[in-house]
């Protein structure tokens, strides 16, 4: 329940194309002792956040955390000096002291606990920008004075995994964490957005295929569509006028990503990113396959804090998807800065999809890689499969030039058998199923290819029948 009269202090400007998300303000409560946001950069934690906080009417305090406060010292240092400028405390308050103390305090924690009980009556204390409180004693601290001080709540926006996530906090205090993928716009939060922004004049009314097509493109990451709108009111194409929509390129994000690539100093980020920006979803044994990096979770996880990907709800091996507007731009950068390792990648994803039983994945992966027999090996092992997305297979397949479907006599009768279920397109049908026989009768006359001819023999006569 939201209350008229703000009462905690600090609390910064809601942006004004902030989007009230219901869903997410009704799970936070100041009777819960610590709630986690954890999200990329552009999801909006601290708008949300601010938000509720504006309008809460319990007493409390808003820090905004800077690199300066990674250590336990600093960190305590900037919350107490923030609760004292409050007036949450007395000015001889034992929080008073903790900024002169410094190194020199034997039991922080003890005196941490002790000022906190100070605090006159039910506090919220709100953490932004946690990201920075790298020293893992400032989580234990804020566990201990949690456990202590039922008369306080903590809320932290992060934009990374911190100790304050681990399962074993959640045995010893309510816990409520509203994670990435829960930031992600949906289509009704997309479609009131852009109604609101997205004509000319600032509101307008979108088709349900604008709508869907803005929600594909941005993967309903808030920063992805505030940057496409941003960049259609700049260029002056409300999206209001559907043909707009195609000459929307994402440049507001696109030049932020190549800021990020060129500011990684030792390229090792970047190459990582490139490496597997060729993969759909990015799991950690993926990963380490396609980059041959070492701390790939750490790369990972700083792809995930710089809003470049959000990790898929109960995906298996947790699996990293890059947002559809920096993937196309990493896909492109991959293409000029890396393009001699882009076959060998693509053939590692290939046969990692066919052993996981995603045969229309493996064969996209194995004609990117331009290897034919591994694509006539997937088109062998898993017809059955392929041919119940026969639009998909015969899109994928007419893509092959005819001099290599020559002599890939599987490939060739896969598309015939896709192109004979179209009346319209029977006659082409039999030109590939005759091209399947005649390469299949080709490798057998030169070798080792009976057993491939016979298998292609039996194959297309179990097809046809």
Same mark, same amino acid.
């Given at each position: 329940?939201?209350?008229?009269?703000?009462?905690?202090s600090g609390?910064?400007?809601?942006?004004?194309?902030?989007?009230t998300r219901?869903?997410?303000?009704?799970?936070l409560d100041v009777?819960t002792?610590?709630t986690?946001?954890?999200a990329?950069?552009?999801s909006?934690k601290?708008?949300?956040?601010a938000?509720?906080?504006g309008?809460?009417?319990?007493?409390?305090?808003w820090?905004?955390l800077?690199?300066?406060?990674?250590?336990?010292t600093?960190f305590?240092?900037t919350v107490a000096?923030?609760i004292?400028?409050?007036?949450?405390?007395?000015?001889?308050?034992?929080?008073?002291?903790?900024?002169h103390l410094?190194?020199?305090?034997?039991d922080?924690?003890?005196?941490?606990?002790?000022?906190?009980?100070?605090?006159?009556?039910?506090t919220v204390l709100v953490?932004d920008?946690?990201?920075?409180a790298t020293?893992?004693?400032?989580a234990?601290d804020?566990?201990a004075?949690?456990?202590?001080c039922a008369?306080?709540?903590?809320?932290?926006?992060?934009r990374i995994?911190?100790?304050l996530?681990?399962?074993?906090v959640?045995?010893?205090?309510?816990?409520?964490?509203i994670?990435?993928?829960?930031?992600l716009?949906?289509r009704a939060?997309?479609?009131?957005?852009?109604?609101?922004?997205g004509?000319?004049?600032g509101a307008?009314?979108?088709?349900?295929e604008a709508?869907?097509r803005?929600?594909?493109?941005t993967?309903?990451?808030p920063?992805?569509?505030?940057?496409?709108?941003?960049e259609a009111?700049?260029?002056?194409?409300p999206?209001?006028?559907?043909?707009?929509l195609?000459r929307?390129?994402?440049?507001i994000?696109?030049?932020?990503?190549?800021?990020?690539?060129?500011?990684d100093a030792?390229g090792?980020?970047?190459?990582?990113l490139l490496?597997t920006s060729?993969?759909?979803?990015?799991?950690?044994?993926?990963a380490?396959?396609?980059?041959?990096?070492?701390?790939v979770s750490a790369?990972?996880?700083?792809?995930?804090?710089?809003?470049?990907g959000?990790?898929?709800?109960g995906h298996?091996?947790?699996?990293l998807?890059y947002?559809?507007?920096i993937?196309?731009?990493?896909?492109?950068?991959a293409?000029?800065?890396i393009p001699g390792?882009?076959?060998a !990648?693509?053939?590692?994803?290939?046969? /990692? =999809? &066919?052993v996981? +039983?995603? *045969? #229309?994945?493996a064969?996209r992966h194995a004609?990117?890689a331009?290897d034919?027999d591994l694509?006539?090996r997937?088109?062998?092992?898993?017809?059955?499969?392929? !041919?119940e997305?026969r639009e998909e297979? /015969? =899109? &994928?397949?007419? +893509?092959? *030039? #005819?001099s290599?479907?020559?002599h890939?006599?599987f490939?060739?009768?896969?598309l015939g058998l896709?192109l004979?279920a179209?009346?319209w397109?029977r006659?082409?049908?039999v030109q590939y199923?005759?091209l399947a026989v005649?390469g299949?009768?080709?490798?057998a006359?030169r070798g080792?290819?009976?057993?491939r001819s016979?298998?292609?023999?039996?194959?297309?006569r179990?097809?046809?029948?």
């Amino acid at each position: 329940m939201l209350h008229p009269t703000a009462r905690i202090s600090g609390v910064p400007r809601v942006p004004k194309e902030h989007l009230t998300r219901p869903r997410l303000l009704q799970q936070l409560d100041v009777e819960t002792a610590l709630t986690v946001l954890r999200a990329p950069a552009g999801s909006g934690k601290s708008a949300l956040l601010a938000e509720w906080a504006g309008a809460e009417s319990t007493d409390g305090a808003w820090v905004t955390l800077t690199a300066d406060d990674r250590t336990r010292t600093s960190f305590w240092s900037t919350v107490a000096t923030a609760i004292q400028e409050a007036g949450l405390v007395a000015p001889d308050s034992v929080l008073a002291g903790v900024p002169h103390l410094g190194a020199h305090a034997t039991d922080l924690q003890r005196v941490l606990v002790r000022g906190m009980h100070q605090l006159a009556g039910r506090t919220v204390l709100v953490l932004d920008d946690f990201e920075h409180a790298t020293d893992p004693r400032i989580a234990e601290d804020v566990c201990a004075v949690l456990r202590q001080c039922a008369h306080l709540s903590v809320m932290v926006a992060t934009r990374i995994r911190s100790a304050l996530d681990d399962a074993t906090v959640a045995l010893t205090l309510d816990r409520t964490t509203i994670d990435g993928h829960e930031f992600l716009f949906t289509r009704a939060e997309t479609a009131e957005l852009l109604a609101r922004w997205g004509g000319a004049d600032g509101a307008g009314d979108l088709p349900p295929e604008a709508v869907e097509r803005v929600h594909a493109h941005t993967g309903g990451h808030p920063l992805m569509v505030r940057a496409l709108l941003m960049e259609a009111r700049t260029e002056g194409r409300p999206l209001t006028d559907e043909s707009h929509l195609d000459r929307l390129s994402g440049n507001i994000v696109r030049e932020s990503v190549r800021r990020t690539l060129a500011a990684d100093a030792d390229g090792e980020l970047s190459l990582f990113l490139l490496r597997t920006s060729v993969a759909e979803v990015v799991t950690e044994p993926l990963a380490r396959l396609l980059s041959g990096a070492e701390d790939v979770s750490a790369h990972l996880h700083r792809a995930e804090a710089l809003g470049i990907g959000a990790w898929l709800p109960g995906h298996r091996g947790a699996g990293l998807r890059y947002h559809p507007v920096i993937r196309e731009l990493l896909r492109e950068e991959a293409e000029r800065r890396i393009p001699g390792e882009l076959p060998a !990648l693509h053939a590692h994803i290939a046969r /990692r =999809e &066919l052993v996981e +039983g995603s *045969p #229309l994945a493996a064969l996209r992966h194995a004609l990117a890689a331009e290897d034919d027999d591994l694509a006539s090996r997937v088109v062998m092992v898993c017809a059955s499969q392929l !041919l119940e997305h026969r639009e998909e297979l /015969r =899109e &994928l397949l007419l +893509g092959v *030039p #005819l001099s290599r479907m020559r002599h890939q006599p599987f490939l060739a009768g896969a598309l015939g058998l896709t192109l004979n279920a179209d009346p319209w397109q029977r006659v082409r049908a039999v030109q590939y199923l005759g091209l399947a026989v005649w390469g299949g009768c080709g490798t057998a006359a030169r070798g080792p290819g009976p057993r491939r001819s016979s298998s292609w023999t039996c194959w297309s006569r179990w097809r046809c029948a």
